[in-house]
């Protein structure tokens, strides 16, 4: 079954403590993102990957970084996450950067108390 | 830079009858790609529909179509018949389809239209 995977589901955690949020597809997408979802601001992007290892800013990439290592994960690290990352996280792949629609994890949340 | 908005946060709709959401952004491009999706409680993302610029024709997918209009930069989605499994959030987004390399990479979401669907 063609799907993005993300883990884990919900996360809590304390200001500080370093945190990786797993991502991978299985369709062979050279394209994923990152997502993060706050009531009232829709989805905003954090990062997104064109392929392995490349690797860009989205419109709100401060305080988390990617990788691409290998062509079907995406994880997503928080290095020392703050209150203010308190968030719905969805990674996502599509196969272009046309009109192919983003294929969706089923979202990581996440709670920096 | 491109904006997308949604201005009802909240619909509500009696189930069998007709709902309209709007949505509405702004670009200087004139070939980009414009998405539905579907949020429901289980919060999974679901592409409801897809409509590209240079098509004039409405999209439609069985009970659900869009209204788009290039020069008013509208895209609304209507949703026929409505059923109790189309309660969910909706966003509308956008995505440029640029060749410059990083043109293209992003969606950007409109806010989101929470659709209640009265038995």
């Known amino acids: 079954e063609a799907q993005v995977t993300q883990n884990p589901r919900y996360l809590i955690t304390v200001t500080g403590k370093k945190l990786t949020v797993t991502c991978s597809q299985n369709m062979n997408h050279e394209y994923m993102s990152w997502y993060r979802q706050d009531p009232g601001l829709g989805l905003r992007q954090i990062y997104y990957?064109?392929?392995?290892?490349?690797?860009d800013k989205g419109d709100v990439p401060e305080g988390y970084k990617v990788s691409r290592k290998e062509k079907r994960n995406f994880p997503l690290i928080l290095e020392s996450p703050s209150p203010n990352q308190t968030s719905l996280y969805f990674c996502a792949s599509s196969r272009d950067r046309g009109n192919s629609p983003l294929h969706f994890g089923n979202g990581t949340r996440l709670t920096v108390t | 830079a491109q904006t997308v908005t949604q201005s009802q946060p909240e619909m509500s709709v009696q189930e069998a009858e007709t709902v309209t959401l709007s949505c509405t952004y702004d670009?200087?491009?004139?070939?980009?790609?414009l998405f539905w999706y579907k949020q429901p409680p289980s919060r999974q993302m679901i592409l409801v529909i897809r409509?590209?610029?240079?098509?004039?024709q409405n999209a439609t997918e069985n009970r659900f179509s869009v209204n788009f209009q290039k020069a008013a930069k509208s895209f609304s989605l209507k949703i026929s018949d409505s059923q109790l499994g189309d309660a969910a959030m909706y966003f509308c987004a956008y995505r440029s389809a640029s060749s410059v390399l990083t043109s293209g990479s992003r969606l950007t979401f409109g806010e989101g239209t929470q659709l209640t669907v009265n038995p």
């Open positions: 409509q590209e610029a240079y098509k004039q």
């Open positions: 670009t200087s491009e004139s070939d980009y790609y």
């Open positions: 990957s064109m392929n392995v290892e490349v690797t």
